[in-house]
């Protein structure tokens, strides 16, 4: 079924899970295998040593394997999401994404097993002799009643935690939404009542869960397909349900909603409709959490309930009930204390701190996860974000505390604080400021941004994407005929972007503005005319000069010197900065910053020191502490050499400007990187690590970030253009889509960044 309410196209997430590698996982190696010694050590015949410590002590599989941070994701297919039995193999996007998101928000190495099999005692046997390859067992999207037979089974018979993620993460982050949302409406839970949509994994363990919190057993209608479950029903029943069944005249949906003070919603889309929500008690609390489409729109409740709580499973509206909240970060603190089950205890512990984390003030650094906002706890945030940083720092230590606490632990933590800090050091901040910056973007007032080669279909189709994410406002430059019917080729609507070319716009003011640069630079009328209606970047950036746009992409169709040189025709550097190229390397662990990649061929002192500067500011943004190195083949002045002149003498200026940021140099790229070497030179003015690596000259600088982006295994992000007026990327030629959705919000949120910079200007100079 298509999904009428997503920013994308069916087509567009088929391309997603089908680009360069298909799916998204894979898995990488954390042990060199580069020499004959390697080998050696990690196969026959050094890997037997490990196999017989295991042997004699199964509890150092943890210290020799990946056991210890490794969870399986296993289903049958049998519910998947709210899609119902496609079997095992269509559960697989599902059970990878799940992996991903284990690894992204919490670190945990994860794959996912489909089984293809729905007889109970096969499943089981199957799980069961997987257990000494995992640190933990996710079992997801497995249909009731056979799911509680399974999970229960496994748990009797594993010594590792197994998790039927739809029953209790989603229980955990529905408990702990659906307290605040009682205590916004100042409800007692004894006296609240509440209709249990649903009747299966995910709607019988939040009953489950919510009643041991305190809410009457007689105060919950539990309704299923057939309707209401009431006491003597006989069809389509099971224990399960027989054990929330009560004495009640209704038997329909509808007839349970009325005067009902809250419903949880975990059945199927469209479930519920506008007269049942009209019919509940004032301030009702709504959870549609059905997936991928909600029991009912939070649109359709807002026309006839302004007065609702409203929580949903999706990551676009306000209230993300969703399981996303609680399995990354439970797993995480169960298996650092190697605990062998996760229990009733760590499951409220998890819960508590997330409803108590959504209670508290949101501080400045974390606003930027709310796209700058600082949500306050009320009816439209009961509970935290996904993007929430403090999730991984608070979470895990709660579940851990617990699994201690309640003697399951294999190895209790000592020290929770240098644990708490561990956790914060697993997610990287430039995936993490990405995402915000993403997020900000969508919030914020949008961004007319510059395709300026749209008639290359990889262009097209990252401005598809950008517009229907919601990032900004695409402005197509090219020949309209071409680019519509591509649109349309890809099943978009093409009456919803806007083309502009030389014939379709009326250039004069483009022309007036370039005249009026150019007259004097030996350009005649008729030259800039030329330019302006024959060079995509020259009329792509008039629009930015004149206020026809906010920022530009560009740069697959023409090589990075000559489209810079011809938007230099038109746009200057910024004043008081100068413009250079910075090129992100974000590895494992590591986030590093490298400039000039892109305009200075030989800058001087100023110059590096200006660079430098500016590059500090940019990183700052981007969430880090900024430690520059100012790289070459010498070390302190050893060597001595003329070449390395430049450096220190752009060290030198920076210690006169006496900015507010570490620097040093000159220093080779391993001394700026690795901590050991660094305790040669311990006069050093760097605290750690340098991540801003200032390049002696442009040669090396390009080399150098591309021999890392071709042989390093990181993710190169840019080079990002800095330092011009106006806000312009100029992608690298072999950019892919994706990458051109990157590049085109980072001119977004630069165009943000310079109009702020404008008005603080602005406003100083007033003063
Ligand atoms: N937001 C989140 O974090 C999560 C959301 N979910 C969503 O919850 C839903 C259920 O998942 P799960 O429990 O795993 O699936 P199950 O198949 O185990 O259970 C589905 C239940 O919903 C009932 N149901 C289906 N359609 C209707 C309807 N129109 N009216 C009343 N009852 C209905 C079924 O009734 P019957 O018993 O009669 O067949 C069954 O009891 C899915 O949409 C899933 O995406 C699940 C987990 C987490
Ligand atoms: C979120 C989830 O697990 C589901 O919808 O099944
Ligand atoms: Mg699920």
Same mark, same amino acid.
């Given at each position: 079924?298509?999904?009428?309410?997503?920013k994308f196209t069916d087509a567009e997430a088929l391309r997603f899970h089908s680009s360069g590698r298909p799916?998204k996982?894979?898995?990488?190696?954390?042990?060199?295998?580069?020499?004959?010694?390697?080998?050696?050590?990690?196969?026959?015949?050094?890997?037997?040593?490990?196999?017989?410590?295991?042997?004699?002590?199964?509890?150092?599989?943890?210290?020799?394997?990946?056991?210890?941070?490794?969870?399986?994701?296993? $289903?049958?297919?049998?519910?998947?999401?709210?899609?119902?039995?496609?079997?095992?193999?269509?559960?697989?996007?599902?059970?990878?994404?799940?992996?991903?998101?284990?690894?992204?928000?919490?670190?945990?190495?994860?794959?996912?097993?489909?089984?293809?099999?729905?007889?109970?005692?096969?499943?089981?046997?199957?799980?069961?002799?997987?257990?000494?390859?995992?640190?933990?067992?996710?079992?997801?999207?497995?249909?009731?009643?056979?799911? !509680?037979?399974?999970?229960? *089974?496994?748990?009797?018979?594993?010594?590792?935690?197994?998790?039927?993620?739809?029953?209790?993460?989603?229980?955990?982050?529905?408990?702990?939404?659906?307290?605040?949302?009682?205590?916004?409406?100042?409800?007692?839970?004894?006296?609240?009542?509440?209709?249990?949509?649903?009747?299966?994994?995910?709607?019988?363990?939040?009953?489950?869960?919510?009643?041991?919190?305190?809410?009457?057993?007689?105060?919950?209608?539990?309704?299923?397909?057939?309707?209401?479950?009431?006491?003597?029903?006989?069809?389509?029943?099971?224990?399960?349900?027989?054990?929330?069944?009560?004495?009640?005249?209704?038997?329909?949906?509808?007839?349970?909603?009325?005067?009902?003070?809250?419903?949880?919603?975990?059945?199927?889309?469209?479930?519920?409709?506008?007269?049942?929500?009209?019919?509940?008690?004032?301030?009702?609390?709504?959870?549609?959490?059905?997936?991928?489409?909600?029991?009912?729109?939070?649109?359709?409740? *807002?026309?006839?309930?302004?007065?609702?709580?409203?929580?949903?499973?999706?990551?676009?509206?306000?209230?993300?009930?969703?399981?996303?909240?609680?399995?990354?970060?439970?797993?995480?603190?169960?298996?650092?204390?190697?605990?062998?089950?996760?229990?009733?205890?760590?499951?409220?512990?998890?819960?508590?701190?997330?409803?108590?984390?959504?209670?508290?003030?949101?501080?400045?650094?974390?606003?930027?996860?709310?796209?700058?906002?600082?949500?306050?706890?009320?009816?439209?945030?009961?509970?935290?974000?996904?993007?929430?940083?403090?999730?991984?720092?608070?979470?895990?230590?709660?579940?851990?505390?617990?699994?201690?606490?309640?003697?399951?632990?294999?190895?209790?933590?000592?020290?929770?604080?240098?644990?708490?800090?561990?956790?914060?050091?697993?997610?990287?901040?430039?995936?993490?400021?990405l995402?915000?910056?993403f997020?900000?973007?969508?919030? *914020?007032?949008?961004?007319?941004v510059v395709f300026a080669e749209a008639e290359e279909e990889k262009v097209l189709r990252a401005a598809v994407s950008f517009k229907s994410a919601?990032y900004g406002i695409p402005v197509l430059v090219g020949y309209e005929a071409p680019i519509r019917e591509k649109l349309r080729e890809m099943g978009v609507d093409d009456?919803q972007f806007e083309i502009c070319n030389?014939?379709?716009?009326?250039?004069?003011?483009?022309?007036?503005?370039?005249?009026?640069?150019?007259?004097?630079?030996?350009?005649?009328?008729?030259?800039?005319? *030329?330019?302006?209606?024959?060079?995509r970047n020259?009329f792509s950036?008039?629009?930015?000069?004149?206020?026809?746009?906010?920022a530009m992409v560009t740069g697959v169709t023409r090589h990075y010197?000559r489209a810079?040189?011809?938007?230099?025709?038109?746009?200057?550097?910024?004043?008081?900065?100068?413009?250079?190229?910075?090129t992100?390397?974000?590895?494992?662990?590591?986030?590093?910053?490298?400039?000039?990649?892109?305009?200075?061929?030989?800058?001087?002192?100023?110059?590096?020191?200006?660079?430098?500067?500016?590059?500090?500011?940019?990183?700052?943004?981007?969430?880090?502490?900024?430690?520059?190195?100012?790289?070459?083949? $010498?070390?302190?002045?050893?060597?001595?050499?003329?070449?390395?002149?430049?450096?220190?003498?752009?060290?030198?200026?920076?210690?006169?400007?006496?900015?507010? !940021?570490?620097?040093?140099?000159?220093?080779?790229?391993?001394?700026?990187?690795?901590?050991?070497?660094?305790?040669?030179?311990?006069?050093?003015?760097?605290?750690?690590?340098?991540?801003?690596?200032?390049?002696?000259?442009?040669?090396?600088?390009?080399?150098?970030?591309k021999?890392?982006a071709e042989?390093?295994?990181?993710r190169v992000i840019g080079p990002m253009l800095?330092?011009?007026?106006?806000?312009i990327q100029i992608a690298r030629m072999t950019s892919t889509s994706s990458d051109l959705v990157v590049m085109a919000g980072l001119a977004a949120?630069?165009?943000?960044?310079?109009?702020?910079?404008?008005?603080?200007?602005?406003?100083?100079?007033?003063?």
């Open positions: 079924m298509p999904n009428k309410t997503s799916g996982l894979e898995i990488v190696p954390t042990k060199p295998m580069a020499t004959q010694r390697d080998l050696s050590l990690a196969y026959s015949p050094g890997v037997a040593v490990p196999v017989r410590e295991i042997a004699a002590d199964p509890d150092t599989a943890y210290d020799y394997t990946t056991k210890g941070n490794l969870v399986a994701v296993i $289903s049958n297919g049998t519910a998947i999401l709210g899609l119902g039995n496609l079997g095992a193999q269509a559960s697989k996007p599902v059970m990878e994404g799940k992996s991903v998101l284990f690894k992204r928000f919490a670190d945990v190495d994860s794959i996912d097993l489909e089984v293809d099999t729905t007889d109970i005692d096969e499943f089981v046997n199957c799980v069961k002799y997987l257990g000494p390859s995992f640190g933990g067992i996710n079992l997801e999207d497995i249909a009731a009643p056979e799911c !509680f037979i399974i999970e229960e *089974r496994l748990r009797e018979l594993m010594d590792i935690p197994v998790f039927h993620d739809d029953q209790h993460g989603t229980a955990i982050i529905a408990a702990a939404g659906f307290l605040n949302a009682l205590d916004l409406t100042d409800r007692d839970i004894k006296k609240t009542k509440l209709v249990a949509l649903g009747a299966g994994a995910a709607c019988i363990a939040c009953i489950e869960l919510i009643k041991a919190m305190g809410l009457p057993h007689e105060n919950v209608t539990m309704v299923d397909r057939e309707g209401v479950i009431y006491k003597g029903r006989t069809e389509g029943m099971n224990q399960w349900k027989s054990a929330h069944a009560v004495e009640t005249d209704a038997r329909t949906l509808s007839e349970a909603m009325v005067g009902a003070d809250a419903v949880i919603g975990l059945a199927a889309a469209g479930a519920l409709t506008q007269d049942m929500v009209a019919s509940m008690a004032e301030k009702p609390i709504i959870f549609a959490m059905a997936n991928p489409d909600p029991e009912i729109t939070p649109e359709d409740v *807002r026309a006839v309930r302004q007065d609702a709580i409203i929580a949903t499973g999706r990551s676009d509206y306000p209230n993300q009930v969703n399981n996303v909240l609680c399995f990354p970060y439970i797993f995480r603190g169960a298996l650092d204390v190697r605990a062998r089950t996760i229990n009733e205890e760590m499951k409220i512990a998890a819960a508590t701190a997330l409803a108590e984390l959504a209670r508290e003030d949101v501080p400045d650094e974390v606003a930027t996860a709310y796209s700058g906002e600082q949500p306050h706890y009320g009816p439209e945030y009961i509970i935290p974000a996904p993007f929430d940083p403090r999730l991984i720092r608070r979470i895990p230590v709660r579940v851990a505390q617990a699994a201690i606490d309640s003697g399951v632990a294999r190895k209790p933590i000592e020290d929770m604080e240098a644990y708490e800090r561990e956790l914060s050091a697993r997610l990287d901040p430039t995936v993490d400021t995402s915000s910056m997020e900000d973007l969508k919030r *914020r007032p949008l961004k007319r919601g009456s030389a014939s379709n716009t009326n250039p004069s003011k483009y022309i007036e503005h370039l005249y009026e640069r150019l007259n004097r630079r030996g350009f005649l009328d008729r030259d800039v005319q *030329r330019l302006v209606k024959r060079d020259v950036a008039c629009m930015l000069a004149t206020g026809d746009a906010d010197w810079l040189k011809n938007i230099k025709r038109v746009i200057d550097p910024m004043p008081g900065m100068r413009p250079f190229g910075m992100v390397l974000v590895t494992k662990g590591r986030t590093v910053f490298i400039a000039d990649t892109t305009v200075n061929e030989r800058p001087s002192p100023e110059e590096l020191a200006d660079i430098a500067t500016a590059s500090a500011f940019f990183v700052r943004l981007m969430g880090h502490d900024p430690r520059v190195a100012f790289l070459s083949f $010498s070390n302190f002045g050893n060597p001595p050499s003329d070449k390395t002149k430049n450096l220190q003498e752009a060290v030198r200026l920076l210690n006169e400007r006496d900015v507010d !940021f570490e620097f040093d140099g000159e220093m080779q790229a391993d001394v700026a990187l690795n901590p050991s070497l660094m305790e040669m030179y311990p006069f050093m003015n760097l605290s750690g690590p340098a991540n801003i690596l200032i390049m002696p000259a442009l040669h090396s600088a390009n080399i150098g970030y021999l890392l042989l390093g295994g990181g800095l330092g011009m007026d106006h806000s949120s630069n165009a943000h960044i310079l109009e702020k910079m404008r008005a603080d200007l602005a406003k100083d100079e007033g003063v």
